[in-house]
Structure formats: structure tokens, C-alpha cells
């Protein structure tokens, strides 16, 4: 299959790139961290999306190569920043089921962590909730290692999965990201503020920061900040990005 031998060259092909989407205090707007999401620049079809790939990456398990890459990548970024002073930022990568089951994956975030010199604060670690629900048990002891390490953990696409509780508050999580299909359509009915706003309440009881994706228009943001969410990431205030066009676009931010 075509695509399939593709993917296994992609890599040395230097065919992908990542993009960075910040994501934004909801108080102030000043940038809190910044988002790695992975791109295929293909020679034949051009640019294809992630969502599109990653289950043949995982099911290949090409994406064990590839997340390193992305790991290292972003990290070897996130050292510029740092250089350009913005310390109080985290970077984000979002992990696959696959890469949290490797067993490879604690040496392979300490390596990048040394190798561009991050302290580990520096470096969030995103997992949707139905990857950390599969096998919540695995789940709780990789995080739990990856905590000790220093690394901030967060919980993606939130409200999507089949949450245990009980996981969830065992979980050493310190961010909690409301899936965008809630923000989306918030403000047509009732509903999806209440679901919004029972989710800041359960994630601020856990002691997470509750970060709202999918923001596209200002009635969005509007609510979300009156129900007290922490952190703003979407169009409406910043797309993914090259790494080239980042820092431009914050000075216009703060
Ligand atoms: O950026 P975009 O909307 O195209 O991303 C689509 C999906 O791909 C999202 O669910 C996102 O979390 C996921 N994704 C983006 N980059 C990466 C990555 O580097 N690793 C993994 N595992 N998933 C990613
Ligand atoms: O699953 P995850 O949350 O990691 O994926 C984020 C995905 O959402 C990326 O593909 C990113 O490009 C996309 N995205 C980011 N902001 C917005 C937005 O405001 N609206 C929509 N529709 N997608 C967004
Ligand atoms: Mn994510
Ligand atoms: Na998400």
C-alpha cells in the first residue's frame, strides 16, 4: 500500500514539519504555552492532516519513530524560545495510545529533555482521555512516572471518552482539555454551558486548569471566561503556525 511506504519514509525525507498553536490565558491573553501538531507535507498529495495518518502511523507502529521525532523537535524549539525569554511557557505534544504503551517513551522524553537542556516543567504531555481510559490502569503508572520526571500532563479532547472518575482523579493531570465539539456550539442552547461549566468544576475540584479548545468566535470566549475557564486555545486567537511566524504573532499579544 502505497501511503503506507510513504509514511515509512516520510520522516527521512524531512516531509514533515510541526505547527504550533498557542494557547492564551483567559484572564489576561498573554501566551501560556504553545501546542507541536504534527504535518505531512507530501511530494504527490500535498499537505496531509494528521487525523488522517495517525491511524496507519499506529497501526504500523510508525508512530513510535515519528512521536520521537516530534518530541525532540519540539523540544529542540521550545530551547529557542527559552533562549527569546519566554521561560513561563510549556510546550505541548500530543502523544499517541500507542507511544504512552512503549515502553520506550520515559527514556525517550528524558533524552530530549537533556539533550536541549528543558527543565521538565517546560514540557506538557498531552493524552486524549480515551487513550489514558483504554488501559487506565497502565495509564496511571506511566503518568505517574512521567509526573515524577517533572512533566505536566493533560488531558485532551475531554468529554469525548468514557470517563472513570475515579481514574480521573488518580490521574496526575494538571490540565484538563474540554473537547472543542462543547465550545462549538456554546451559547445556542443552555445545555452546553452547563456541561461546560460542570467539567470547570469537576477539573478545578482535581485541582487542573481547565483549557477550552475550538474557540472561533468572540461570543465563545466571552462565555467561557464568565465560567471561569483558565486558558483559551483556536482560531478565534491564534491557528497553528511555523515556528517561524510564532513570536510575531505573540508580540501582537502581549
Ligand atoms: O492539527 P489537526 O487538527 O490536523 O490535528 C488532528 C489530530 O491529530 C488531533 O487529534 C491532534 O491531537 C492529532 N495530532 C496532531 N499532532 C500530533 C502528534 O504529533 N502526535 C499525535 N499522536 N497526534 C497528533
Ligand atoms: O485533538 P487535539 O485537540 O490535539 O487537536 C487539535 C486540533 O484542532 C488540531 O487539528 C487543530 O488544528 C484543530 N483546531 C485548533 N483550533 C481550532 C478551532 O478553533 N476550530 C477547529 N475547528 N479546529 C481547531
Ligand atoms: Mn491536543
Ligand atoms: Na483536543
Redesign the pocket.
Known sequence: FLLQQDLGYALERGELALHY?PKYGAQDGQVVGVEA?LRWQHPVHGAISPASFLPLAEKTRLIIPIGNWVIDEACRQMRIWLAAGHDQWSLAV?LSTIQLASPGLLGVVEEALHRHRLEAHHLTL?ITESTAMENAEESLLILNRLAELGVKISI??FGTGYSSLLYLKRFPANEL?ID?GFVTSLGQTGEDAAIVSAIIALGHTLGMRIVA????TAQQRALLVRLGCDTL???LLGR?MPADNLLAHCTGHE
Open positions: 498553536q501538531l500530543n498531552e485532551d479532547d482539555k472543542k479548545e475550538g474557540v472561533e486555545q483556536g482560531y497553528p
